[in-house]
C-alpha cells in the first residue's frame, strides 16, 4: 500500500510543469502559449551556460528537488515490484513454490511469467504512448499514468489479504497487477527523460 504514496505525489509535481512547446504549438494549436513557453525554456538554457552552479541551484533547486525525489519514490516502488514478482506469482498460484523444483525449472517459470506480463502489459503500455503521445501530450500521459498506477496499487494492496490470496480471485489479481504495468509504461516510463526536469 505503500508503493502507491510516491505515484500519488509525483502526480502533483507533474501538476505543476508545462506541456512542452512542441505539443502545445502543433497538437494543442496554442502558437501564442508556445511562444511563451519558448523564452522560459531558452532562460534556463542561458541560465545553465551563463549562470554559476549556485544561481542554477537557487532558481531550480526546490523543482530539482521535488522531481527528483518523487521519481526515487516511485522507482523504489516500481521496481521493488520486479524484485518480488516470483514470491507475487508463488502467492496467486502462478508458479509453484521454490523448494517444490530444481534451480533450472524455478528460474525457468518465473521469466516465463515475467515475460508474460511484459508482452501483455509492459509492451503494449509503450506502443500505446507511441501511439497517443501527439493526441495527449507527455502531461496527459504522464498524470494518467501515475493515476491509474496508484489506483491498481491501492487495490492490489488494500484487499490482498482478503481478497486476492483466494484461488478463485487469482486471475483479477494478475490482470491488475498487469494494468499497474501497462500504465507505468502508458504513462511516466515512456515520458520520463525529456518531461520530468524544470524548464
Given amino acids: 500500500m505503500v508503493g502507491a504514496l510516491p505515484a500519488a505525489l509525483t502526480y502533483y509535481w507533474r501538476l505543476k510543469m508545462p506541456e512542452t512547446a512542441r505539443y502545445t504549438a502543433l497538437v ?18 542561458e541560465i545553465i551556460e551563463k549562470a554559476s552552479e549556485h544561481e542554477f541551484a537557487r532558481r531550480h533547486g526546490l523543482h530539482l528537488l521535488g522531481a527528483t525525489s518523487t ?4 522507482d523504489i516502488a516500481f521496481y521493488s515490484q520486479y524484485l518480488f ?17 530444481n534451480i533450472v525449472q524455478e528460474v525457468y517459470k ?7 506480463i511484459a508482452l ?28 491509474f498506477m496508484t489506483v491498481f496499487m491501492f487495490a492490489l494492496a488494500i484487499s ?8 478463485g480471485n487469482r486471475i ?23 518531461s520530468s526536469l524544470p524548464g
Fill in 28 to 45: 494543442a494549436m496554442d502558437a501564442k502559449q508556445a511562444a511563451a513557453d519558448m523564452p522560459k525554456v531558452m532562460q534556463v538554457v
Fill in 71 to 74: 521519481w526515487f519514490l516511485l
Fill in 85 to 101: 514478482q516470483k514470491d507475487i506469482f508463488t502467492a496467486v498460484g502462478w508458479i509453484p513454490p521454490a523448494k517444490t523444483m
Fill in 110 to 116: 518465473i521469466a516465463r511469467a515475467q515475460t508474460l
Fill in 120 to 147: 501483455c502489459s509492459t509492451v503494449p503500455g509503450y506502443w500505446f504512448t507511441m501511439a497517443f503521445i501527439d493526441r495527449i501530450g507527455r502531461f496527459g500521459i504522464q498524470l494518467m499514468g501515475f493515476f
Fill in 160 to 167: 490482498y489479504q482478503y481478497h486476492w490470496i483466494h484461488p
Fill in 172 to 194: 483479477g489479481f494478475v490482470i491488475i497487477y498487469a494494468l499497474k504495468f501497462f500504465f507505468a509504461n502508458f504513462g511516466p516510463n515512456a515520458t520520463r527523460p525529456r
